[in-house]
Antibody, heavy 121, light 107 residues
């Protein structure tokens, strides 16, 4: 069955970087976009961007451009999201979610379990 | 950016009753609207897409309606496992945006 398993919780100091992984199984990894979404404490969901695992192409939300890098390793069906120059307001649960690569509008049909990133001095 | 506004923020409902949740978009998203269920410590679950199509395995008591800017999620005869946060998302344009969520709690 479809599974999307993320790496474990991280604690980082302000100014550092964090890299979260998202390992997919049970489906064709290159047939689905992988999106990254975060949720700060008490806040709603915030979309960060996507990567096309087939081409490596990316599209980032304007808010994160220059600070976020999304990559993938197709040999192990894993997507990565790296966020740099961390601030305290980057403390959030970071989730990956897949979207079928159809060329049409599609929802996020499977999500990872989320990775808590805490930024604290 | 399309702003998604959900109401109410919290809905208190007794088991077996009906819950009606609203989601409004700041501009038309056609029918490209999804509803997700969130429970603490769990991955969000896709319930409804295309405004009204239930995702695989979603019980028939979940019903979505609407198009354009006004959408509704109705949960008929609430079960214990349905008490959760429900979030709408538009996937009609970039960036993808979400509502703040409606918490459905036991009355």
């Amino acid at each position: 069955q479809v599974q999307v398993v993320q790496s474990g919780a991280e604690v980082k100091k302000p100014g550092a970087s964090v890299k979260v992984s998202c390992k997919a199984s049970g489906y064709a990894f290159t047939g689905y976009y992988m999106h990254w979404v975060r949720q700060a404490p008490g806040q709603g969901l915030e979309w960060m961007g996507w990567i096309n695992p087939n081409t490596g192409g990316t599209h980032y939300a304007q808010k994160f451009q220059g600070r976020v890098t999304m990559t993938r390793d197709t040999s192990i069906s894993t997507a990565y999201m790296e966020l740099s120059r961390l601030r305290s307001d980057d403390t959030a649960v970071y989730s990956c979610a897949r979207e079928k690569l159809t060329g049409y509008y599609e929802p996020f049909d499977y999500w990872g379990q989320g990775t808590l990133v805490t930024v604290s001095s | 950016e399309i702003v998604m506004t959900q109401s109410p923020a919290t809905l208190s409902v007794s088991p077996g009753e009906r819950a009606t949740l609203s989601c409004r978009a700041s501009q038309s998203v056609s029918s490209n609207l999804a509803w997700y269920q969130q429970k603490p410590g769990q991955a969000p679950r896709l319930l409804i897409y295309g405004a009204s199509t239930r995702a695989t395995g979603v019980p028939a008591r979940f019903s979505g309606s609407g198009s354009g800017t006004e959408f509704t999620l109705t949960i008929y005869s609430l079960q214990s496992e349905d008490f959760a946060v429900y979030c709408c998302q538009q996937y009609n344009s970039w960036p993808r945006t979400f509502g703040q969520g409606t918490k459905v709690e036991i009355k």
